[in-house]
């Protein structure tokens, strides 16, 4: 996990609000991604970020949205539109210099409805 | 279009018997292999990949894995489990022709090493 900080560990969302997941990464990385892990479905791509000041939806965008105002930093919101949050949400940095580029994963956060 | 398929939901040996987790994918063209493991409430640790050339990758704590392009494979394997070993393990492909990063995972394979 190493390098790759996510706050809070755990989130509860009320109906009808918005919250936001922070990722903090200190590795230089020029992308960042956000996933979401339902048990038995694997990993889902969200969002994902190639350079400061520009993202791109991923498999599952619709009810999220993102910002990358700083090149450490790229805060997924959860908004009232997405309305099945509950889940594992990871994010992950590479460093974007080809292809074969390894992504590294943070701690997690986990979103629970009240 | 690239993915990835994990035949195996779950896989149980006892500890100091071998251990392969099974992967398979598909690209249009040249893939790139990862596998990553996921301890409970934790994020993914990199194992290992496949880039090019030695079919037979070594990895982190003791894993290797086998590209076969035939048989468009990637099985993680270990020849000595660990109880410490029980986790869930995901494989990921990316096409080489891509350019925009994105890797497409397996649903993963929950692995069990009884003492």
């Known amino acids: 996990d190493g390098g790759i900080t996510q706050s809070p560990k755990y989130l509860f969302r009320k109906e009808g609000q918005n ?4 990722c ?18 694997g990993l889902r791509l969200i969002y994902y970020s190639q350079i400061v000041n520009d993202f791109q939806k991923g498999d599952i965008a619709e009810g999220y949205s993102v910002s990358r105002e700083k090149k450490e930093s790229f805060p997924l919101t959860v908004t009232s539109a ?13 460093s974007g210099t080809g292809p074969r580029e390894t992504q590294y994963f943070g701690p997690g956060t986990r979103l629970l409805v009240l | 279009a690239q993915s990835v398929a ?19 994918y598909s690209v249009s063209g040249n893939p790139y292999l990862f596998w990553y493991v996921q301890y409970p409430n934790r994020g993914l640790q990199f194992l290992l990949k496949y880039i090019t050339g030695d079919n037979l990758v070594k990895g982190s704590y003791g894993f290797e ?5 035939s048989q468009t494979s990637f099985h993680l394997k270990k020849p000595s489990a660990l109880v410490s070993d029980s986790a869930l393990y995901f494989c990921a492909v990316r096409d080489q022709r891509s350019n925009d990063y994105k890797l497409s995972f397996g649903a993963g394979t929950t692995v069990t090493v009884r003492a």
């Open chain 2, 65 to 69: 894995a086998e590209f076969n392009k």
């Open chain 1, 82 to 94: 997405q309305k099945n949050p509950t889940a594992f949400y990871l994010c992950a940095s590479s």
């Open chain 1, 19 to 22: 919250v936001t997941l922070s």
């Open chain 1, 24 to 41: 903090e990464q200190n590795l230089n990385h020029d992308a960042m991604y956000w996933y979401r892990q339902d048990p038995g479905q």
């Open chain 2, 6 to 24: 994990q035949p195996e939901d779950q896989v149980n040996v006892a500890e100091g018997n071998p251990l392969t987790v099974k992967c398979t």
